[in-house]
């Protein structure tokens, strides 16, 4: 973790596993257990066998197996919430992965997305000078969209609503309605860098790091103060492990949710009305991870005519819609596995739409409800916003 | 039938949700307690021959008829929330992993019943049951893990019980197979009797599915009593217990315990000792208001109770299944829970703290009243499992609890594998021979869990184990420097 002390985790790891009580909160709790069903893939199965390894000197334990079922982890956190003795498991897992990495044991598609963001900077195919392409789509591109200093807002967009067709509708929604607000707003631009969740999420928390100062130095350049982040993953990030690199600097963060929540209590986007069915996803890395779950709902809200109806299992209780912690690079039939359970919960609400706030939860849930024949509309809250201003 | 030819049928009907890789096997040695593989190792084989995670009760069915035919021996495990090795394999064979038998399959909302799978986690069916206005009468305060026919073949008493009774007076039907492979459906009336399955720690069938009762899910009021004088708080304790209005839970803590909750920074409103008496309520308005004035009128007419805020009441509550919290400052921990009179719970809490300084040990105690007669206590106090000579010395002192417990009309709580060495204590020679005769009709084979419950092996047999217990007691004496 960036802006935590590596030595102070490399002891916790070993004492957190024996803090550890088996009591199997963490399993009940565990889209991966759920879909697996085998002890070794339940977070205290993962643990007791970092006991062995790591804290009991156990290398035997060490083995393809083992690293298959800790890079089978979402990162939703939802274990850290019910853990009985309060073990943040998910920085747990970091670490797990860390160490993996550090002695090469990392599978080997953890290298395969370290080596294309080293080489790129983002975690497509695409040239990173290629950040704006979405851009092209608007109707009129905003004056100073790349790299503008001084503006208010600077709008971090992130490699997949950037690079990816299929998510490239939210960074079109935000700035339409940035845009109709009369935000003063800007981007990165080509010197957006990935985030770096890829590379702490495989463990290559030192990679990671580098990423972080160039995005760092970046806003620090432009002399940005306010910065806003659709990716719920980017956001996560920009809030807890980028602090070390902004101390000092008086930044503000926001998920789009939270600035457009506020563009709408301050009257200068105005929601007509909307005949829809709606219920909400929580992010994993937005709400249980990051502490955001009115700002999406307020969106919602505020837009006449929505029957607004919550997933049995929301908020803090929210089940990961499995796109997390590079699952979908390791496993995808486990990450499919885990968004058809949460299709399962949409489809059974009734509604017309299920909103988000993150692009990898679009992305996936927007895979299962095709694949499971659902006629249910997934939008991220910018999208449904964006169909009520105008 | 040759065993492995039986094993080798199983794990090819079971398919992909059969196993005998030992990466996988080997996360099935264990439950909650760290006990050390040189006392394990030589005495047991924990290991198991093959994990099997059956789909449904037919499957069950077809595994048990192999593994009888075979003398498998089999080992039922769903939440492996327990510490007593309940579901650890002692004689290898087959683990059957339950869980896929899960979830709610029918719910009476008029009848106020629900039938679930016997996996279904308590706090699954709580979730379930509280967004349609409805709640479990009780749940074990491991409720998020453990699971609802675990908690059954338990003894089946927790949060709740007071109000609503154990468990097994909440069962209504429970489907059970048979060591031989017959599938029941049992009821009190039934022959055998649902109740012979209460608390047999899946020795004698595995029940798979059950109909319980359930209640509306009414609004609750929390009180967080403290005071640092015992006498008085377990005076509280005794009054609202048998007040008019009872409680629907009611959880206290020692001083002891207070203090280690203070030194981790979670005690509430930062309370640095003293003892704490959480009251919990559900019920009407009217109720409720009635369990209020109950509380008001005990609080002042007591000399030094008072009670905490209404925010750390309700964190209290919030946290109810959270009872390893303090766990954090082992890194772990030892103790003997006990089912205790409540009328002895005073004089067992003097003797405890005794103990603590005879042993020059901090020994935390807390627990839940469960009915009108009994509590269910927990002694514990900090340990250090990579420390393994020491932590053998502390397992050691586990007994010390335990006997302190039985001079006050307490016994274990749960048998399993390792506290067989106490059967004389928790049960009467003819109620244990009444089990054993239940054993004999529908196992005669011994298949189902052998090991636990009925007769303590050879090195846990009272004898040995109590000279080995002193030895080590004795021993830790000396390396303490002298403390009795």
Redesign the interface.
């Given at each position: 973790m960036m802006a935590m002390d590596d030595q102070k985790l490399l002891a916790e790891l070993e004492r957190e596993t024996l803090v550890c009580g088996r009591c199997g909160n963490c399993r009940s709790a565990c889209p991966v257990y759920r879909a697996v069903g085998w002890e070794s893939a339940s977070p205290r199965g993962k643990i007791s066998l970092a006991k062995e390894i790591f804290t009991k000197g156990r290398r035997n334990f060490l083995t393809g197996d083992y690293v298959r079922r800790v890079a089978q982890c979402t990162l939703c956190g939802a274990c850290a919430r019910d853990c009985a003795t309060g073990i943040d498991t998910r920085s747990l897992w970091l670490e797990l992965r860390r160490r993996l990495s550090r002695s090469g044991q990392e599978p080997k598609a953890y290298d395969s997305i370290r080596d294309n963001l080293l080489a790129r900077k983002n975690v497509s195919t695409f040239d990173n000078e290629d950040r704006l392409e979405w851009a092209q789509d608007l109707d009129e591109e905003p004056e100073h969209l790349d790299r503008q200093e001084g503006a208010d807002v600077c709008y971090f967009v992130g490699c997949v609503s950037a690079f990816f067709p299929q998510a490239a509708q939210i960074p079109l929604a935000v700035s339409q309605l940035l845009m109709k607000a009369g935000v003063d707003f800007t981007t990165l631009g080509g010197e957006e860098w990935c985030c770096g969740f890829p590379l702490l999420s495989t463990g290559f928390v030192d990679d990671a790091r580098e990423f972080a100062r160039h995005n760092v130095a970046m806003v620090k350049e432009l002399g940005i103060h306010t910065l806003i982040a659709s990716c719920a993953s980017c956001y996560h990030v920009w809030k807890h492990d980028y602090q070390e690199d902004l101390a000092g600097y008086d930044l503000e963060i926001l998920h789009t949710s939270e600035y457009l929540a506020r563009l709408i209590r301050e009257g200068r986007l105005k929601p007509q009305p909307l005949e829809e069915v709606v219920t909400y996803h929580d992010p994993c890395d937005l709400g249980r991870n990051g502490g955001v779950f009115e700002a999406p709902r307020e969106i919602i809200g505020s837009i006449p005519g929505v029957s607004f109806v919550e997933l049995e299992h929301n908020r803090a209780e929210s089940l990961c819609c499995g796109g997390g912690g590079n699952l979908q690079s390791v496993d995808p039939e486990l990450s499919a596995e885990i968004a058809r359970f949460r299709v399962e919960e949409i489809a059974a609400t009734g509604a017309t739409v299920v909103v988000s706030a993150c692009q990898q939860c679009e992305q996936i849930l927007g895979a299962a409800v095709r694949k499971a024949g659902r006629p249910i509309r997934v939008l991220d809250v910018s999208e449904l916003l964006l169909e009520s201003v105008e | 039938m040759e065993k492995s030819e039986a094993l080798l049928q199983i794990k090819k009907m079971s398919a992909e949700?059969a196993?005998d890789?030992p990466?996988?096997c080997a996360?099935?040695t264990?439950?909650?307690a760290?006990v050390p593989a040189l006392l394990v190792d030589p005495l047991f084989r924990t290991m198991p021959d093959l994990v099997v995670?059956p789909a449904e009760t037919g499957e069950v069915s077809a595994i048990l008829k192999l593994a009888s035919a075979g003398g498998i021996p089999v080992t039922p495990r769903a939440?492996?929330?327990t510490v007593y090795f309940n579901t650890v394999p002692a004689r290898g064979g087959i683990v059957l992993?339950l869980?896929?038998l899960r979830g709610v399959v029918e719910l009476d909302e008029e009848k106020l019943t629900v039938t679930v799978g016997a996996a279904t986690?308590w706090?699954?069916l709580e979730?379930y049951l509280n967004?349609r206005g409805l709640a479990p009468q009780s749940v074990p305060s491991?409720a998020?893990?453990a699971s609802i026919g675990g908690w059954f073949a338990m003894m089946g008493y927790g949060i709740g019980s007071l109000k609503y009774g154990s468990l097994l007076s909440q069962v209504q039907v429970a489907e059970v197979v048979l060591p031989d492979g017959e599938i029941r459906d049992l009821t009190p009336d039934s022959d055998p009797s649902l109740d012979w399955f209460a608390a047999s720690e899946g020795t004698l069938g595995i029940v798979t599915r059950l109909k319980i009762a359930i209640r509306r899910h009414h609004p609750m009021r929390h009180f967080l009593l403290h005071s640092p004088d015992l006498g008085e708080i377990a005076g509280v304790l005794a009054a609202v217990k048998d007040a008019g209005v009872k409680p629907y839970n009611l959880h206290f803590t020692d001083e002891a315990c207070a203090q280690a909750m203070h030194r981790q920074g979670i005690a509430p409103d930062g309370v640095s000792g003293g003892c704490l008496l959480a009251i919990d309520y559900e019920g009407t308005p009217e109720e409720l208001t009635a369990a209020g004035q109950t509380v008001d009128n005990l609080v002042a007419g007591s000399r030094t109770v008072s009670f905490l805020s209404p925010e750390a009441a309700l964190e209290e509550w919030n946290e109810r299944?959270?009872?390893?919290?303090l766990?954090?400052s082992?890194?772990?921990?030892l103790g003997g829970e006990s089912w205790l009179p409540v009328r002895s719970l005073t004089s067992y809490l003097t003797d405890i703290q005794q103990l603590a300084r005879n042993l020059r040990l901090d020994l935390c105690t807390y627990g839940h009243v469960v009915s009108p007669e009994r509590a269910i206590v927990m002694t514990m106090f900090f340990a250090?499992?990579?420390k393994v000579f020491d932590y053998i010395i502390g397992l050691s002192l586990v007994k010390k609890i335990h006997d302190v417990a039985y001079r006050h009309g307490g016994y274990p709580y749960g048998v399993g594998l390792w506290n067989t060495p106490y059967l004389s204590r928790i049960f009467t020679g003819s109620r244990l021979a009444e089990l054993r005769d239940r054993k004999k009709r529908l196992d005669p084979a011994g298949v189902l869990n052998p090991g636990k419950l009925y007769k303590w092996p050879l090195m846990l047999n009272p004898l040995f184990f109590t000279i080995g217990m002193e030895c080590l007691v004795r021993v830790g004496s000396l390396r303490r420097g002298g403390g009795r």
């Open positions: - | 949700r196993t890789t990466f996988e996360l099935y264990r439950d909650l760290p995670r939440g492996a929330s992993d869980n896929l986690t706090g699954e979730h967004a491991s998020p893990s299944y959270k009872s390893l919290k766990k954090r082992g890194p772990s921990e250090d499992e990579t």
